[in-house]
């Protein structure tokens, strides 16, 4: 991958956090998984069953699970915003230092690419720091995706690649979380009109 579109990863990745409309985050998360599954790809050892493999996780990550969003947040609609939420620059500042912190933590894994290896080690902080500062559950699934796609990107650019049944394995975990973040936003929606996590705080047996 060329290094523009490495950072360009990241770049989306940091977009996620700030964006208000769910459906432009979701869209950039797409795009993301479309970059990295035409990647894997190219980078395929050209056997058939690799090309299947990324294949299938492209149709997966970059197709089938923003549809699934797209069309929970169509479902979904808000009846009123988020008030606990930060503001965005408050948030992107809060991520920006612990992904620092956090890629500076990390020792070194030896992928060919340095450069690869810290947008990928970037990749996973900016992931689970989206699931942590954003309230909306729907921006908490999207920052697990996020966190694959580095996961994913790291394994990519190892001599060799994933084995085949790491891949599918984590599609198999996205499917399923994807689903369950999915029908968990539509309940929320449902219950409190809002898909603000901190809700949950007040509901009582």
Known sequence: MTGAVIWGLLVSSLAVIMVRRRSLAIALVASQSLGLGVYAITQGSGTQVALVVAGT???????????????????????????????????????????????????????????????AVGMLALGILTAVVRRAVLFQALGFLIAENGIYLAGLSLPGGLPVFIELGLVFDLVVIVSVAAAFTTKIYEQLGSGDSSLLGVLRD
């Open 57 to 119: 996780v492209l149709i997966a990550k970059a197709l089938v699970l923003p549809a699934l969003l797209i069309f929970t947040v169509r479902r979904a609609r808000k009846t009123r915003l988020i008030a606990t939420e930060l503001p965005a620059l408050a948030r992107l500042a809060i991520v920006v230092a612990f992904a620092l912190a956090v890629e500076q933590l990390i020792p070194r894994f030896g992928l060919p690419d340095a450069s690869v290896e810290h947008v």
